[in-house]
Structures are given as structure tokens and as C-alpha cells.
């Protein structure tokens, strides 16, 4: 069956650090694959997908992302974080019409 | 332009009342999906239509739970009775078009229901 696993409930980083988010997936073909943010009191928003081509990929907010189909992997990353990147963080794969989301990772960033 | 529209933003019920949540997609999407995350877990899919008419409805945990749209519009998702384990973040999403490979789904805040 498809799943996602986001193995981190929580990290703490300090405002400047690098950060990595985990994800793993369990899907039987080419996966695509989705990371959300939801910051508070907003609804979920799309900062990268991978469908095909290139495995790093790049998204919004300077994020980016690389698929390793030998890892089942689609880790997330920043390479200096912002106070206002604190949020939760969301790794999705698509499925037919609908999105299998994982348990979700909160990032609190401290100045 | 109008986002995902959903209220109201929190709701807190006691077990055994009916609540209903609404959805106003953005104008012209034809799909309209349902999710909800309970507290702690991942966000699960409940269902998906298309205008009307129930597309996908297979992550509908029981029966009482009822969602429409009528007119293909705005969507409810009605909770009678209203159990504990029903509590958790009620997610609206809608798009032009369907598929996984979506990049144009557009998501609510949610609605926060606490059934006590």
C-alpha cells in the first residue's frame, strides 16, 4: 500500500542553520511527489513537486529537494533558515486523484 | 482573487450534536476534495467530486458522515451524531483539473472541529 513516512515530529533550528526534513515513501511505480507548508492560521501551500527529470529539485521559499529512488527518499532542505520559515511541513505522494500525506514535521526556528 | 473559502474555523460540539462544515471552492473548479487530519496523524483524503457528483468517496469513515454540493458550487460535510474520535483539522482543497500529478490544488486554512 502507498504511504509516506515523515520519521521527525519536531526539530528545532537556530535562525542562519541548515535544515533537512525526512521523507520516505512506499509506492509500487514512479512516484510524484509533493512537499506542503502550513503556517499558522493558513492553508496548506505547494513548495515543490517532483514528477520527472532532474531529482533535485527547486521550490518556493528557497527550498529544495532531492528523489532518491534507490532510498525511497524526497528529503527537504534550506540551507539558511529564516524565522519565518517555523511552520509544520507536509510530504505528500499522488495517487490516482488524491494525495497521501505523511504525519507532518513542525519546525520551530529560534533566533 | 477568492481563495479556498471554509468555515467556520472552529468548531466545538458535544458528542452526539450534528455539526456542518462548508467549503467554498475557487470559482470554476470543478473539483472539490475533502481531507482531515486528526491530531497527530497524517492528513487523510475522505473524498473528491466533481462538480456535483461524488468522484471518489472511499476515505469516508462511516455513515455519519454526509457530504454534498449541490449545484456544484460551495460543499458541506455534515458529522451526525458527532462521536470523539471525529475531532481534528477538516481540510477543503479544489482545482481546474483532477489527477496526482496536480500542482494546482489549492487548500483551506481548515476547520478545527473539537467534539467533547
Known amino acids: 500500500a502507498q504511504s509516506v513516512t515523515q520519521p521527525d515530529i519536531h526539530i528545532t533550528v537556530s535562525e542562519g542553520a541548515s535544515l533537512e526534513l525526512r521523507c520516505n515513501y512506499s509506492?509500487?511505480?514512479?512516484?510524484?511527489l509533493f512537499w506542503y507548508v502550513q503556517s499558522p492560521g493558513q492553508g496548506l501551500q505547494l513548495l515543490l513537486k517532483y514528477f520527472s527529470g532532474d531529482t533535485l529539485v527547486q521550490g518556493i521559499k528557497g527550498f529544495e529537494a532531492e528523489f532518491k529512488r534507490s532510498q525511497s527518499s524526497f528529503n527537504l532542505r534550506k540551507p539558511s533558515v529564516h524565522w519565518s520559515d517555523a511552520a509544520e511541513y507536509f510530504c505528500a505522494v499522488g495517487f490516482t486523484d488524491k494525495l497521501i500525506f505523511g504525519t507532518g514535521t513542525r519546525l520551530q526556528v529560534f533566533p | 482573487e477568492a481563495g479556498v473559502t471554509q468555515f467556520p474555523s472552529h468548531s466545538v460540539i458535544e458528542k452526539g450534536q450534528t455539526v456542518t462544515l462548508r467549503c467554498d471552492p475557487i470559482s470554476g473548479h470543478d473539483n472539490l476534495y475533502w481531507y482531515r487530519r486528526v491530531m497527530g496523524k497524517e492528513i487523510k483524503f475522505l473524498l473528491h467530486f466533481v462538480k456535483e457528483s461524488k468522484q471518489d468517496e472511499s476515505g469516508m469513515p462511516n455513515n455519519r458522515f454526509l457530504a454534498e454540493r449541490t449545484g456544484g458550487t460551495y460543499s458541506t460535510l455534515k458529522v451526525q451524531p458527532a462521536e470523539l474520535e471525529d475531532s481534528g483539522v477538516y481540510f477543503c482543497a479544489s482545482s481546474q483539473v483532477p489527477g496526482a500529478t496536480n500542482e494546482k490544488l489549492f487548500f483551506g486554512s481548515g476547520t478545527q472541529l473539537s467534539v467533547l
Open positions: 509506492y509500487g511505480a514512479t512516484p510524484y
